[in-house]
């Protein structure tokens, strides 16, 4: 069966630094992986989408960068965390012809 | 493009009551369309989905809901309420033609009183 991963479950950064979360997907194959953020009462923002290796489309312009080195990895990354980064960080996704979406467990980010 | 609203931002039942969570949704053709549910700090979980077919459809933990075309509506319904269903309840929609990737809504949580 199918499973995702992502870490780490909760961070705590500083204004200004870096960050990286990881997403990993067991069981499929070329798979469409999401990156979604959440903020409360506002549901879910898509961030980042990709349906194949390097292949990264933006939906959002934003102080954030995805990328894709395998086939089941995605990659959120930042250079500089702004406050307003701070949120639930929900990774996604899909087969490759279908469009039902299998969330992961995510990510609680504040930055301070 | 299409797009999803969830008129209800929160809604409190009765344990043991009935419940019915509201979404629309605006698109040109047939869509996809889902509800899933998120328990506080966790992931997404798929409750139903809808491609075609019956306009019925049931989902896990006891829900189901009804595609309604005249009213573009898919309402999420549960007959009797537990107290472990209270939490925040997405419905989407995706294309049936062309990009796959679904509109959420704003969501709706549901508090549910002893």
């Known amino acids: 069966s199918q499973t995702i991963h992502q870490w780490p479950a909760t961070l705590v950064q500083p204004v200004g630094s870096p960050l990286s979360l990881e997403c990993t997907v067991e069981g499929t194959s070329n798979p469409n992986l999401y990156w979604y953020r959440q903020a409360a009462g506002r549901g879910l923002q898509l961030l980042f989408y990709s349906v194949g290796i390097g292949q990264i489309s933006s939906e959002v312009p934003q102080n954030l960068s995805a990328s894709r080195p395998q086939d089941r990895q995605f990659i959120l990354s930042s250079k500089k965390l702004l406050l307003s980064d701070s949120g639930f960080y929900l990774c996604?996704?899909?087969?490759?012809?279908?469009?039902?979406?299998?969330f992961g467990p995510g990510t609680r980010l504040t930055v301070l | 493009a299409q797009s999803v609203t969830q008129p209800d931002i929160h809604i409190t039942v009765s344990e043991g009551a009935s419940l019915e969570l509201r979404c629309n949704y605006s698109?040109?053709?047939?869509?996809?369309l889902f509800w899933y549910v998120q328990s506080p700090g966790q992931g997404l979980q798929l409750l139903l989905k809808y491609f075609s077919g019956d306009t019925l459809v049931q989902g896990i933990k006891g829900f189901e809901a009804e595609f309604k075309r005249s009213q573009s509506s898919f309402n999420l319904r549960k007959p009797s309420v537990h107290w472990s269903d209270a939490a925040e309840y997405f419905c989407a929609v995706a294309a049936s033609g062309g990009s796959y990737i679904p509109t959420f809504g704003r969501g709706t949580s549901l508090i549910v009183h002893p």
């Open positions: 698109y040109g053709a047939t869509p996809y």
């Open positions: 996604a996704w899909s087969s490759e012809f279908g469009n039902e979406q299998f």
